[in-house]
């Protein structure tokens, strides 16, 4: 795709995966309520399933797009051009607006479904809405700078340690988020003779810390 097509066609795309890829793992991980772990775990799955189906879909492109789609995949932050980060930047932050007002609702439900649902909560329609604002930004930045792995698993608990908060506000996990991509990129670009591409470097930091979240879920479960 080029030119409009490209422009409208990636990020109706991204959207509309990110929705179907969020309902899925939803659906899958909720067993009478959601577990962070377990949600995680299904979201690895649903990842591993949509990276298959990806690399099929590489091999049917010629050398150039294909080359061109991994790169993006990789996750980089060079040659974006205002044309597509601009409506992207106002897209985000009017969902980024639409999270932060719904915090308050969200650090109720932190305190358990009961106690959430006694102060008047309605925990079903909280859960979804932040989940359907969190795939639609996640989507948002995937238009610009690709998949950055980890980015969103370890930008929140940088936040709480930052914030001694065991629910960090929206607007700091955000701000800590993007801060960690602007060091990852100069890191990525200055660390080597070679520069290499921003995903590489939250995928260096984020791996570790998702198998500690791993081998703490097998703790929890024995």
Same mark, same amino acid.
């Given at each position: 795709?080029?030119?409009?097509? &490209? @422009?409208?066609?990636?990020?109706?795309?991204?959207?509309?995966?990110?929705?179907?890829?969020?309902?899925?793992?939803?659906?899958? &991980?909720?067993?009478?309520?959601?577990?962070?772990?377990?949600?995680?775990?299904?979201?690895?799955? =649903?990842?591993?399933?949509?990276?298959?189906?990806?690399?099929?879909?590489?091999?049917?492109?010629?050398?150039?797009?294909?080359?061109?789609?991994?790169?993006?995949?990789?996750?980089?932050?060079?040659?974006?051009?205002?044309?597509?980060?601009?409506?992207?930047?106002?897209?985000? @932050?009017? /969902?980024? %607006?639409?999270? =932060? %007002?719904?915090?308050?609702?969200?650090?109720?439900?932190? !305190?358990?479904?009961?106690?959430?649902?006694?102060?008047?909560?309605?925990?079903?329609?909280?859960?979804?809405?932040?989940?359907? !604002?969190?795939?639609?930004? $996640?989507?948002?930045?995937?238009?610009?700078?690709?998949?950055?792995?980890?980015?969103? /698993?370890?930008?929140?608990? =940088? &936040?709480?340690?930052?914030?001694?908060?065991?629910?960090?506000?929206? %607007?700091?996990? #955000?701000?800590?988020? &993007?801060?960690?991509?602007?060091? $990852?990129?100069?890191?990525?670009?200055?660390?080597?003779?070679? $520069?290499?591409?921003?995903?590489?470097?939250? #995928?260096?930091?984020?791996?570790?810390?998702?198998?500690?979240? =791993?081998?703490?879920?097998?703790?929890? !479960?024995?």
């Amino acid at each position: 795709l080029s030119g409009v097509a &490209a @422009a409208v066609g990636m990020p109706v795309a991204a959207f509309g995966g990110g929705l179907v890829s969020g309902v899925a793992v939803y659906l899958l &991980a909720y067993r009478g309520g959601i577990d962070s772990y377990r949600l995680v775990l299904v979201g690895l799955g =649903i990842n591993g399933l949509a990276v298959s189906l990806t690399t099929w879909l590489l091999t049917l492109g010629d050398v150039t797009s294909a080359a061109q789609a991994l790169t993006w995949m990789t996750g980089s932050l060079n040659g974006k051009d205002w044309p597509l980060v601009t409506p992207m930047a106002f897209a985000a @932050a009017a /969902l980024l %607006a639409g999270a =932060i %007002a719904s915090g308050r609702w969200l650090l109720l439900t932190s !305190l358990g479904e009961d106690t959430a649902v006694g102060l008047g909560t309605r925990v079903g329609t909280v859960r979804v809405t932040a989940l359907t !604002l969190a795939v639609l930004l $996640a989507s948002v930045g995937t238009v610009v700078a690709g998949p950055l792995v980890f980015v969103a /698993l370890a930008s929140p608990q =940088i &936040a709480r340690i930052l914030t001694g908060s065991a629910v960090p506000p929206v %607007a700091v996990s #955000a701000l800590t988020g &993007a801060v960690f991509v602007l060091l $990852a990129d100069t890191v990525a670009a200055n660390a080597l003779p070679v $520069a290499l591409p921003v995903g590489v470097a939250t #995928a260096v930091v984020g791996a570790p810390y998702l198998i500690y979240l =791993i081998l703490r879920y097998q703790r929890r !479960l024995t």
